[in-house]
């Protein structure tokens, strides 16, 4: 069955330091991508960044990273130099090539503190 | 440039009333469309999905209906609201192929 795992409900920073959010996957498909959105307050969602099953190198975007660890089966979102506006919910998702639906976690609450 | 419309942003609604959610997406062409509700502080839950024209998947056995008149326009009914539908409503797109979805500013829902 495919699933999402995100395990911290709740994350504080430090403004101006770097974070990780952790995310775990279960699927026995070899073929699927991962991304991460932001949830801010107003309750938007915005894509932030994403990672296919095959791509060799770890997906950058601005201060977003995904540590991509395939045979752990984990995509975690690295933040670095946080800002106060950071603060959201954030919410680890996987696909299937060719499917049709997206599966979210529970979603990781940030707060950054100044 | 594409953009995802959704209204109304707002809604409060006596139990037993009827709903209407609407979605438009500009700018692009037979887009897969989702509608997701969201409960307060929890996860996204995916209610439909809509691969064209008339076509609609359930996921959640439940009061709610979806509707695809148009290529571009997705619709979340009900006849009669409970008291749990309450929640934060998303429309979404994805184009045909591709993994990213984009979402609409969300409805949301309180039923009194």
């Known amino acids: 069955a495919q699933k999402i795992t995100q395990t911290q409900p709740g994350m504080f920073v430090q403004e101006k330091e770097a974070v990780t959010l952790d995310c775990t996957y279960d699927?026995?498909?070899?073929?699927?991508?991962l991304f991460w959105y932001k949830q801010p307050s107003s309750g938007e969602m915005i894509f932030l960044i994403y990672q296919g099953s095959y791509d060799q190198q770890n997906a950058t975007e601005g201060r977003y990273s995904l540590n991509f660890q395939k045979a752990r089966k984990s995509a975690n979102l690295v933040i670095s130099a946080s800002q106060l506006g950071d603060s959201a919910m954030y919410f680890c998702a996987m696909d299937h090539t060719g499917g049709f639906k997206t599966i979210f976690g529970a979603g990781t609450r940030l707060f950054v503190k100044a | 440039s594409q953009t995802i419309h959704q209204w109304p942003a707002t809604l409060v609604q006596p139990v037993g009333s009827p709903l209407s959610l609407e979605c438009t997406v500009e700018?692009?062409?037979?887009?897969?469309l989702y509608w997701y509700r969201q409960a307060a502080g929890r996860g996204l839950q995916l209610l439909f999905y809509s691969v064209g024209i008339g076509q609609i998947s359930s996921e959640v056995p439940q009061n709610l209906s979806a509707s695809r008149p148009q290529d571009r326009q997705f619709i979340l009914s009900s006849k009669k609201l409970l008291l749990s539908d309450s929640g934060f409503y998303l429309c979404a797109w994805r184009e045909e192929g591709t993994y990213e979805q984009y979402f609409g500013p969300g409805t949301r829902l309180t039923v009194t």
């Open positions: 699927t026995s498909d070899p073929s699927y991508g």
């Open positions: 700018g692009t062409s037979n887009p897969n």
